[in-house]
């Protein structure tokens, strides 16, 4: 009779854990996302395993090369992940492989160092991005469906950003994609 209720109570704290630690977690905090394609290669490979955090962009805007999980505009089942390129206000203007971005702070514009990007774009084209919206695109260009094809992405469609790589163990940790470096010559 001991071990019956020795089980009962190890079950019962295993099961308030899971409602009110992890479940909460899981629903406001960080979620599970898994890359499917290749229009993040080489920075995400497919079947690549993330976890999302949630609570950032209630804290504060996505910033110029986040990488952001979003819901699909159109089809709220589909989740896709890109970086963030252009801010709301900017324009983002594609010509020759190179992205060109101008905003208050810089009315010339600057050229995005991306050397992350597998395949440079190879179209052409000139968008100001509206107010709470962001123009989104995937590293390996050549083959993402990104806001070049459907336009800027809506600031409450995105999800979360890429907290944490999980697997390949091998490329495992923290803010996964992260190229901040890249975005700091924007005002020279």
């Known amino acids: ?20 630690i992890v479940l ?13 394609g290749s229009s993040m290669e080489p920075t995400f490979v497919n079947n690549d395993y993330l976890i999302v955090d949630e609570i950032s962009y209630r804290l504060k805007d996505p910033q110029r090369g986040d990488v952001v999980i979003f819901k699909y505009p159109g089809d709220e089942k589909k ?3 890109k970086r ?34 597998k395949d440079l774009p190879t179209n ?18 050549d083959v993402s469906f990104d806001s070049r094809s459907w336009g ?5 469609e995105i999800v979360g ?3 944490l790589r999980l697997l390949p163990i091998g490329d495992a940790g923290f803010l996964p994609g ?6 700091t010559d924007e005002h020279k």
């Open 1 to 20: 009779m001991e071990k019956k209720n020795s089980f009962s109570k190890e079950l019962l704290h295993f099961v308030l854990i899971i409602v009110f």
């Open 24 to 36: 909460p977690i899981r629903l406001f905090v960080a979620q599970p996302f898994v890359v499917v």
């Open 79 to 81: 989740y896709f992940i």
């Open 84 to 117: 963030v390129i252009g801010l709301p206000g900017e324009t983002i203007d594609i010509h020759d492989g190179k992205v060109t971005i101008t905003n208050k702070a810089n009315p010339s514009g600057f050229v995005l160092n991306e050397s992350y990007v």
């Open 124 to 141: 052409t084209m000139n968008v100001t991005v509206e107010d709470n919206k962001y123009f989104v695109m995937g590293d390996n260009r």
């Open 152 to 156: 800027p992405l809506a600031e409450d």
């Open 161 to 163: 950003k890429a907290f």
């Open 178 to 183: 992260s190229f901040a470096d890249h975005y």
